[in-house]
């Protein structure tokens, strides 16, 4: 298996380099992992699995996937900054809770399809002796389009090594050439210390690329990484099929942004579905067979990402102190933090008694705006840590 791996890396280099790739729309690489003999037994696990014991998930709506963030970057373009990484989480959240705003875009026949969300995504952070680590790695790198080549997944070759894959889910941000977005790959396709998505940082949150601009490359990706194929069935025809039944039988994928409705195999095709070709503004929905085939491929694969939900439960103290503006307010405050670097923090604030009234346990970056509309006038407490700041409420 690491050697078919190592061979198709290779070929996909090769391809890259000798610029033979017929279409020159930068694609998933996936088409290029898909690998019949281990997806055939890995399909029959999980059509069991729904058969037999789908009701252990079809309500789950707690579970939570702790994300470690690897950038390697050769030029300083392609570092890209914890704005953009929480942005993208923030896609992540809302795309896999059909929270999107563009889920309104859906056609009416599709819309009993939308699936009831149930997956969450944090970065990670670990407690040790060194104070806290949160799942953002940075390294600048000297080896050209390293997103392709296995240099990526160890640190002494100038990657980055993942932090456990059972437990985390490991994302390298690199450069993987000009004809490949991003790779996700199915449980056990690869050798453990590879599981996990690697794509490249120019379609990486809300970007300037043409068509996959919003941050929805990782989306298509992470389907991946939890069991789902590509809408149409990875293979030209109608007898191919995606294995979910709430998605209609499509023929082949769709570029661009088709004119709803389009048809193949007698019915109106889902090409807003995240696992097509799309343009990143023509998609926006998981189905529910979907989602719970992504939840079957966590209870079956990848059951350990969920018993780490580190990001629930996360404080720590900021080092500077903050302001708070404006004050007096009546509708809502801004914290202003004196930093840049992203952290994880619980805000609390209390009232003049010092009493507890509200805390929200969330991720600090620059800024953060919070509502207190809800407060009745007078003064209160707003504290991050052992810092508090007096505001007052009109
Ligand atoms: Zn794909």
Wanted: net charge neutral.
């Amino acid at each position: 298996m690491k050697i078919l791996y190592n061979l198709k890396i290779f070929f996909l280099f090769i391809l890259f380099q000798s610029n033979t790739l017929i279409s020159q729309m930068p694609v998933c690489g996936n088409e290029f992992f898909y690998d019949c003999t281990t997806t055939l037994r890995f399909d029959r696990k999980i059509n069991k699995y729904l058969k037999f014991q789908r009701n252990e998930i079809s309500q789950r709506s707690d579970i939570y996937i702790n994300i470690v963030f690897h950038i390697v970057y050769e030029k300083d373009v392609s570092n890209v900054t914890d704005k953009a990484i929480l942005q993208e989480v923030r896609i992540l959240n809302n795309a896999f809770n059909s929270k999107n705003a563009d889920i309104s875009k859906v056609p009416y026949e599709f819309k009993d399809a939308i699936n009831n969300g149930g997956i969450n995504f944090c970065i990670a952070s670990i407690n040790s002796d060194e104070g806290i680590k949160i799942g953002i790695e940075r390294r600048k790198t000297e080896i050209s389009q390293i997103g392709i080549k296995d240099n990526l997944y160890h640190t002494y070759k100038g990657g980055l090594t993942a932090w456990n894959t059972d437990k985390y889910l490991n994302i390298w941000i690199a450069d993987t050439g000009n004809n490949i977005r991003g790779y996700g790959t199915y449980p056990r396709q690869v050798p453990k210390e590879k599981e996990g998505i690697v794509i490249s940082p120019k379609y990486f949150g809300e970007n300037n690329s043409r068509r996959y601009n919003m941050g929805k490359t990782l989306i298509h990706e992470i389907g991946h990484y939890l069991g789902l194929k590509h809408i149409w069935g990875d293979k030209i025809g109608c007898e191919f099929d995606d294995l979910v039944s709430d998605t209609p039988d499509q023929e082949h994928r769709y570029i661009g942004c088709p004119d709803y409705p389009v048809k193949s195999c007698n019915s109106n095709d889902m090409f807003m579905n995240y696992m097509d070709y799309v343009d990143d503004e023509c998609m926006y929905m998981f189905t529910e067979g979907q989602m719970e085939r992504m939840k079957a491929t966590i209870m079956i694969y990848r059951k350990e990402l969920i018993q780490n939900s580190m990001c629930e439960n996360m404080v720590i103290t900021p080092k500077n102190d903050f302001r708070v503006f404006p004050n007096p307010t009546s509708q809502y405050i801004i914290i202003d933090f004196d930093s840049s670097i992203l952290e994880i923090g619980e805000i609390i604030i209390l009232d003049n008694l010092g009493q507890k009234i509200y805390n929200v346990k969330t991720y600090i970056y620059n800024k953060k705006k919070i509502d207190v509309s809800f407060l009745s006038k007078g003064i209160y407490f707003i504290g991050i840590g052992k810092v508090y700041n007096k505001f007052i409420v009109k």
